[in-house]
């Protein structure tokens, strides 16, 4: 039978960015690897160049908690190493290690959330990657040549200050794709309310980088003219730390810490075996911890403005921020408590990684009091401890959720609650002695006369850095293991995951307007069905 | 509209796929959103710096530095028109005028290099070096600004180039807008410079 129709508009026929990234990748060995656009290579890349950041950090942090064993003299180091030492160890414990994992999993992970065929802009974020390889590369160079903050060589200072603008700009880039791709590249119903906390968690996180990073950008450049043309108006390679200082203390600090929440919301109603509970409220406490989060506006705290650590709008956030981390605990809470718990690695590490989030801010509210006098103590190291140490432990927690989905089986889960205990025990006592000491007056960045306790403080502080080095090891181990084992079954969900990267095929899903975000998976599933 | 006659065993075409919002004009947005915030920073701390050297009683500009108002001024005008210019290839495409899109946009880059060129000039008569604090700093905001000038009129020429290949029209104008809305953020930028070092010195 014969009918008359009016043809629909036709697909457009141009390739997508992704078809062509993933045409083009087509080669395989190293020309592939160069090559390749997509996602999930381009974040492998990523968490694999930050683990091995993450090993040379751990190591330093090893020799400088070794070194402070017996704080009055130096022992291993010089005073002017032990100060590049640690400066390094900062560096890259955020620029070249947090910063970038949360990268890697965001951009395996949220296209798939969001029911994106790819991340946004596929080429940029792999110009991203590479950008961070060699910048970070030459970042770690310049340490080695004498070069850095405290570095003797100008060249070697200048070299550093290049290289961190670099790592900066590619970490600006990844930022931008990443963020748009869950603003702009949402499957169709997939509303922001209805997004998953994982990819909104990104969203937030990555807007709150782009912005300060871009100022941290904008700073590098004139400390690089002032240097490379030797005139030191902005202080000499003695005041770079200080003048970096902002990035790795509270409140910028917390914002390297914004994915953790994210995951933690994805995770439990999985091992609740429940629906999340209050999705909304906890949207509005990771959207609250970002914005609170933003620390650009004290760039000049350490240098032209010493005085604004006692104005009330630093005091205020300082202890405002703790709010939506409490809120987020009552949403994870709360999901627990009306589901039917079960335990594995993923729930653990989610909820040690949460309440390390928890000790720090509370740390970083109590560091606000001015009469403590603990600014530039012991204690900013305690507060960056815990949130790196709640990065860490959700990345690795991370890896062990989402791992199925790379090697179609998971990691072995004994291995993984051993994992995330040490790490839970490590990152607690490797940071909280650091706020004892600095409630001492331990000033940071130096050694000298310490008054009693201390050193044994310092005892406790590095043998949870040993715990904490034992649980990557583990890990390491596991993820070796997993890689050497061939196995004929396919498990690719383990865990019976809620959100749409568990789906068959998360690009095919439309969410209806009366299907709740988190059913997404089922009714991709009642569609192929 | 097209008619066409199908049977059982013609398939029709597929459907469209759903309608995406604007990815390339979200990217631009948030990238100027890192731009600015570089140059919210260097600003505030030229401000806070003069701030600091005004109230100790010295002189914020080294002898023998002038800053003329006019010269920025005929950078700020121009750059103001360019804004105007960018808007009408944003018209133009919308309209799918193409001849006038292309002049639009060539005219936005004109208007962009003379900028470049003026400032350059504006570099020889000013007196700075780079050798003191102030110029220092008037070289890196500016400098970073050019180079923010610059990479728009490579950010316009290539979706000009992309307009001529066919790839933007009044259907789809978001690689013209995105273009067009990082211009006038440059813009913008230049007149928070302006205001700042042209104008208050």
Known sequence: MAMTETRPEAAPERATPHDRAVDESAAGGLAGILGTGRHGAIGRLWIGTSLVFLVLTGVLGGILGAERLKPDTYNILNQDNYAQALSLHGVGAVFLFAVPILIGLATIVVPSQVGAESVAFPRAAAAAFWTYLIGGGMVVVSYLINGGPFGGNDKGVDLFLASLGMVVVALVLASVCLATTVLGLRTTGMSLARVPLFAWSVLTAATIWIASFGLLFGLLVLLYVDHRYRLFAFGSSNDIDRWLRWTMTPPQVFAYAIPVLGFAGDVVPVFGRTRARRHGLALAAIGAFAGLSFGAWTYLGNNDNPRLYQQFLFVASAFAIVLPVLLFLAFFAGTLMHGRPRVGSPLLFATAAVLMVLAGVITGAIRSVHSLALIDTTTDASISHYVLGAVAITAIGAIHYWWPQVLTRPLKEALGLVTALLLLVGVLALALPDLISGLLYERRGSLGAVRGGVEALNAVSFVGGILVALAVVIFIVNLAASLATRSDEDITDPWDGQTLEWAADPVAVTIGSATPVLDAKEASEGAMA | ?201
Do not use: C
């Not at chain 2, 990479?151 to 001529?164: D, E, K, N, S």
């Not at chain 2, 066919?166 to 205001?195: C, H, K, N, P």
């Open chain 2, 1 to 201: 509209m097209t008619l066409v006659i199908a049977d059982d065993s013609i398939g029709l075409p597929p459907p469209p796929p759903p309608a995406r919002p604007r990815v390339l004009l979200i990217g631009t947005g948030f990238a100027l959103a890192g731009i600015v915030l570089a140059f919210a920073g260097l600003i505030g701390l030229y401000l806070g710096r003069r701030a600091a050297a005004l109230e100790a009683n010295r002189p914020w500009l080294p002898k023998g530095v002038t800053i003329d108002l006019t010269p920025g001024n005929v950078a700020m005008v121009g750059l103001a028109i360019s804004a105007v210019v960018v808007q009408w290839a944003v018209y133009s495409i919308s309209n799918d005028d193409r001849p006038r899109t292309y002049l639009a946009l060539g005219l936005t880059v004109l208007l962009g290099g003379a900028y470049i060129n003026g400032m350059a000039f504006n570099y020889t008569q000013m007196g700075i070096t780079v050798h003191d604090p102030v110029g220092l700093l008037i070289f890196a905001i500016t400098g970073m600004h050019l180079a923010m000038a610059g990479a728009g009129m490579i950010f316009l020429g290539l979706m000009a180039f992309r307009a001529l290949g066919g790839q933007y029209s009044g259907r789809d104008r978001e690689g013209i807008v995105a273009a067009a809305m990082y211009w006038d953020v440059t813009v913008l930028v230049f007149a928070a410079i302006w205001f700042t070092i042209f104008v208050t010195k």
